[in-house]
């Protein structure tokens, strides 16, 4: 079993910043990529970033290229999604994802993830 915890989120005005982290715990693979998602309640949750085992390879939605960073410290076994210049459109419960297939890319769908993690707000003010 693999447990995953956000936080990090809160609320900002636009163009502010965040950082979110994703501490995983329990049976944690070496080879697995992780990923964030986000979601606005009545809609799909929707792929937002995701990282390679090694963090050497990283893949972002167009809405946030540019603007979100996400990272990795397998020594700490935490995953970490920096958020700058923040709009009132990124407002969503952020989800932190791991995926134990292995494979890069993992895609972007959420089925393509086996643990998730249970959310942290995030509001943007305009």
């Known amino acids: 079993q693999v447990q995953l915890v956000e936080s990090g989120g809160g609320l900002v005005q636009a163009g502010g910043s965040l950082r979110l982290s994703c501490a995983a715990s329990?049976?944690?693979?070496?080879?697995?990529?992780m990923g964030w998602f986000r979601q606005v309640s009545g809609k799909e949750r929707e792929f937002v970033a995701c990282?390679?085992?090694?963090?050497?390879?990283?893949n972002y939605a167009d809405s946030v290229k540019g603007r979100f960073t996400i990272s990795r410290d397998n020594a700490k076994k935490m995953v970490y999604l920096q958020m700058n210049s923040l709009k009132p459109e990124d407002t969503a419960v952020y989800y932190c994802?791991?995926?134990?297939?292995?494979?890069?890319?993992?895609?972007?769908?959420?089925?393509?993830?086996?643990?998730w993690g249970q959310g942290t707000q995030v509001t943007v003010s305009s």
């Open positions: 994802a791991g995926d134990t297939t292995a494979r890069w890319p993992p895609g972007t769908g959420k089925d393509a993830y086996d643990y």
């Open positions: 329990g049976r944690t693979l070496r080879s697995y990529a």
């Open positions: 990282i390679s085992w090694s963090g050497g390879s990283t």
